[in-house]
C-alpha cells in the first residue's frame, strides 16, 4: 500500500530540487541496476527513460510499451531506491485525458512523485489545447491523489522541427504558458542545445526549463549559468551501454579479446551494491 506521507515528502523534495543556476541532473535510469549505480554515484533524484525502459523489455520507444508494463518498471526502480523519482510516461499511455489521469494514479501507486509528458503524436504534435487537457487531467488526479507531483510538461517543437525556424521559439513560449496554466510545473524543449537560444526561453518561459543535453553539447556549468533548472540526458547512457554491448560482443566473437570489457564495475562492488 503506498505511504502517502512518504510521497509528498519526496515529491517536495523533487520541487526544491528544482533551482535556476543551481540544476537538477539527471543521469536517466530504466532498470534496477541503473538506479542503484546512479544513486550510488551521487544522484539527487531519479528520472527514467522511456527508451531505455522500451528497450529493457523488448519494445520500441515511442508510445509502443503498454501502460502496466511501464508502471511496473517504475515500481521496480522506485522500489530499490531512496532518491526521488520522476517517471517519462510518454503521451500519458491512453488517447484521452482520462486515461492520463489513470496513468498519474498508477504512477503514484508505483511510488514516483513526478513525470515528463510530451506533446509528440506520429510525426507532429498535440495542439497546445489537446495537450492542456491532458496535463490538467495528470494535475488533478495528483490533487485527487494528495501528492504534489512535480509535472515536466515536455514539448517537441525543436525536436521535431515544427514550423518555420524563425517561429520556433515564439510557439514554443507560447506553448509552455498554455502549459503552465493547465497545471505544469516545469517545462522541458528537448532538441535545444545552443547557448543563445537556451537563454532566450530561460528569459521567457515562467517556470523551470529542462533541457536535454549529451555528447556535444554545452557542459553542466554553461547551462546553469543560463539559469537552466533541470538537465536530463534522456536515453543517452541506455544507447551506450547497449554500445557496449555490442563492442564486447563483436570483439569476443570475431578477433577472440576481451579490451571492451576491461572499464566495468568489478564484481565484488557489484555484489555488495544488490547485497
Known amino acids: 500500500m503506498t505511504n502517502t506521507a512518504a510521497l509528498i515528502a519526496k515529491a517536495r523534495a523533487l520541487h526544491a530540487l528544482h533551482t535556476p543556476g543551481q540544476p537538477l541532473v539527471l543521469a536517466n535510469v530504466w532498470d534496477i541496476p541503473s538506479a542503484r549505480i546512479v544513486q550510488e554515484a551521487g544522484a539527487t533524484a531519479l528520472a527514467t527513460t522511456s527508451s531505455g525502459i522500451s528497450w529493457e523489455l523488448g519494445a520500441a520507444d515511442g508510445d509502443h510499451l503498454e ?110 504558458a498554455v502549459y503552465r496554466e493547465a497545471g505544469a510545473d516545469g517545462i522541458f524543449v528537448p532538441g535545444v542545445v545552443a547557448l543563445g537560444t537556451v537563454k532566450e526561453l530561460v528569459d521567457a518561459i515562467d517556470a523551470p526549463l529542462n533541457v536535454l543535453a549529451g555528447p556535444g553539447a554545452p557542459g553542466v556549468s554553461e547551462f546553469a549559468g543560463l539559469g537552466v533548472a533541470r538537465i536530463s540526458v534522456g536515453g543517452r547512457i541506455a544507447e551506450a551501454v547497449h554500445g557496449l554491448v555490442r563492442r564486447a560482443a563483436k570483439e569476443v566473437l570475431t578477433t577472440g579479446g576481451y579490451t571492451q570489457m576491461t572499464d566495468a564495475i568489478e564484481y565484488g562492488e557489484l555484489n555488495e551494491l544488490f547485497g
Open 67 to 176: 501502460r502496466e508494463r511501464a508502471v511496473e518498471a517504475v515500481r521496480k526502480i522506485a522500489g530499490a531506491v531512496e532518491l526521488p523519482v520522476t517517471a517519462d510516461i510518454e503521451r500519458g499511455y491512453g488517447e484521452l485525458p482520462k486515461d492520463v489521469a489513470v496513468t498519474v494514479h498508477a504512477i503514484l501507486e508505483a511510488g514516483a512523485v513526478g513525470i515528463n509528458i510530451e506533446d509528440s503524436v506520429g510525426a507532429g504534435l498535440l495542439t497546445d489545447e489537446e495537450m492542456a487537457e491532458r496535463i490538467a487531467a495528470a494535475r488533478a488526479a495528483a490533487d485527487e491523489a494528495g501528492v504534489p507531483l512535480f509535472i515536466n510538461a515536455r514539448t517537441d517543437t525543436y525536436l521535431r522541427q515544427v514550423g518555420e525556424q524563425e517561429g520556433r521559439l515564439a510557439e514554443t513560449v507560447r506553448r509552455a
